[in-house]
């Protein structure tokens, strides 16, 4: 951030920082031209994904290695390359004389995991809104070449027993294992009925073999389905021990058409087979 804000600067481009957790700056440039009902929001985040092991990185993930003219480093693609396009239109557009309504740049930080720090502060749909009605949002991140926007349904699940040793497996249920079960019926929605619109529908059949060629065999398909992942999971203090806890999260992908509500629904109603908590 240190860095935009010194190209900003050097621009003399106004912003605004907004700011929870010093770690996770966000930072807001707009600028109001002539008369006019439009306004282009130039999206783009900083932070990135986690590096489980550098070791099996052939460069160092956080190094921005340069090899011949290719950068190679965690985040190049989400979405350095992204997040810089959109800071230089902006850069360019201000200077522009003949413009009318709004243009705004949002720079945002906590967006990989959807988090309360980042996106949810500057860069909302509903506080573009406020701004001005007619708003359009820009988002280049460069690893898409083609992609078919779906909602993220991510809620946490903590499963609870009361435990206790080992040796004495009847006194208690293993709360790990409770989770497995519940695992399989939340994965089993996956299954749950929806249509797709038709202007959706269309496009992805007429790109589906640029969609596979950029993703992988089957990607296309894979856009058109409730997908189902297990991101973290955790429980049991010891090894000996019969598990009186057990929490995971659960990465679902809602495509065009799904009505997340009655989704939601589906979830909370497996409350009467399985006892959990679960927040979203």
């Known amino acids: 951030m240190a860095h935009v ?66 950068i190679y480093g965690r985040g190049i693609a989400d979405m350095k390359v992204g997040t810089t396009a959109s800071i230089l239109t902006y850069a360019y557009l201000s200077a522009l004389p003949d413009l009318k309504g709004r243009l705004t740049l949002t720079v945002v930080s906590d967006e990989e995991t959807f988090g309360p720090y980042g996106r ?26 083609f992609g078919s926007a779906r909602k993220s349904f991510l809620p946490r699940f903590r499963v609870t027993a009361p435990g206790g040793h080992g040796a004495y497996t009847h006194l208690s249920p293993n709360a790990i294992e409770l989770a497995y079960a519940l695992i399989a019926d939340l994965k089993a929605l996956t299954k749950f009925e929806f249509i797709e619109p038709k202007e959706v529908a269309l496009a992805l059949d007429q790109s589906k073999a640029q969609f596979d060629a950029a993703y992988g065999a089957g990607a296309s398909d894979a856009a058109r389905k409730i997908t189902f992942n297990v991101g973290t999971i955790s429980g049991g203090p010891k090894v000996n021990m019969i598990a009186s806890e057990c929490a995971f999260e ?31």
């Open 120 to 145: 949810g502060i500057c860069s909302t749909y509903a506080q573009m809104r406020s701004l001005v009605p007619r708003v359009s949002m820009a988002n280049p991140a460069a690893s898409r070449r």
């Open 5 to 70: 804000r010194a190209f900003l600067d050097k621009k003399g481009l106004g912003y605004r920082l907004h700011t929870r957790d010093e770690t996770m700056p966000n930072l807001v440039a707009s600028k109001l031209f002539g008369s006019g009902k439009k306004h282009l929001v130039l999206n783009g985040h900083i932070d990135v994904f986690p590096v489980n092991d550098a070791s099996d990185w052939k460069v160092d993930p956080w190094s921005g290695t340069i090899v011949d003219g290719a």
């Open 250 to 280: 659960v990465d679902y992908r809602l495509p065009n058409g799904v009505d997340p509500e009655g989704f939601m629904a589906d979830v909370k109603a497996l409350g009467q087979k399985h006892k959990f908590d679960m927040e979203i």
